[in-house]
């Protein structure tokens, strides 16, 4: 079942969480990077009543920002394949693009608690579309990560060349032909979508079962 592609394409949420920290598993990203079918675990929440909480935040979102003027596309309208030398693939679907005068505004929406990777998914965003719509180009281009009750701006200044090689270092190493480290963890593990098929070192036991044997002396 599980087929090798021809190039490597990585999904912008696929590095995201590396890119903040809050993983450590290159591998997962490597091995999604250099195969389109695999057997995949069960997702472990409620892919129906998130896709409808979600779409309705992306409506509001939209509707709001249209009425301060931007012209707004809509998700798949913002379906990005930015192609890089290697031949390997960086896709993305931001899910506002709002766009007014010189100035323009990557939104994306989440229905959970704030994370580290909203940040960076959005950042993300902003690298890669101007280099996929030239028009984008010599326009201001800022970020928003809308929570159900607050939002985080990220200003053009924090897409620093800095920010930009670490994203390209990250694709470098997800998209090269030798493989990534595997860092497997109880907590990363419960998370990933990959079966111990293909990932032979996949931890399925709770955290708890990694308690100390001994009482520590507290
Ligand atoms: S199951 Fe664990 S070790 Fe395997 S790829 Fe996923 S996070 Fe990494």
Not at 9 to 14: E, N, Q, R
Not at 53 to 71: C, D, F, Q, S, T
Not at 164 to 182: F, I, K, P, Q
Request: aromatic share 10%.
């Amino acid at each position: 079942m599980t087929e090798r592609r021809e190039n490597p394409y990585v999904w912008v949420t696929w590095i995201s969480k590396l890119l903040a920290g809050e993983a450590h598993c290159e591998w997962a990203a490597w091995f999604k990077a250099h195969h389109a079918q695999f057997e995949k675990r069960p997702p472990t929440f409620d892919f129906a009543k998130w896709n409808a909480e979600h779409g309705r935040m992306v409506r509001e979102r939209a509707r709001a920002l249209a009425k301060e003027g931007y012209n707004v596309g809509l998700e798949e309208q913002n379906k990005f394949n930015l192609k890089g030398a290697s031949g390997a693939t960086l896709g993305g679907k931001p899910d506002l693009v709002a766009v007014r005068e010189a100035e323009v505004l990557v939104v994306d929406c989440k229905t959970g608690q704030t994370r580290g990777a909203d940040y960076f998914q959005v950042l993300v965003y902003m690298l890669a579309l101007p280099l996929c719509r030239p028009q984008y180009k010599n326009l201001s281009l800022s970020g928003r990560v809308e929570y159900q009750d607050h939002a985080i701006q990220i200003p053009p200044e924090e897409l620093t060349q800095e920010a930009a090689d670490r994203v390209w270092e990250l694709m470098e190493r997800v998209v090269s032909d030798d493989e990534s480290a595997r860092v497997p963890s109880a907590g990363e593990c419960a998370f990933c979508d990959i079966t111990r098929r293909d990932c032979p070192d996949r931890i399925d036991e709770a955290p708890d079962s990694l308690k100390g044997e001994e009482l520590a002396p507290f």
